[in-house]
């Protein structure tokens, strides 16, 4: 398990840290069809900032509920208000990561600490 400090840093650089831990490129037997045995424990996740001016009303996060009209969006605030800054985080790196059926089960070798 590796231990990445959110406190202090974008939430960029520390979804690309994640997701770069999670796919294995940091090893040298990196293999993109292989998931890797390390997982990732993020700290501090609520002293991650935006950067930007303004970023966080801009920001805009959308979910489809997959009925005729459910496109819902809401703001960086609005999801953090709702669901934390863990949320925020776990959608940035899953956005990071390659779109196969690896993606679910690197995504579960991401975890939080308080």
Known sequence: MITIDAENKALGRVAAAAAKILMGKHKVTFAKNIVDQDGVKIINAS?????????SKQKTYLRYSGYAGGLKDETYDMLVARKGHEEVIRQAVKGMLPKNKLQAVRMKKLSFEK
């Open 47 to 55: 002293k991650v900032w935006l950067s930007g001016n303004n970023k």
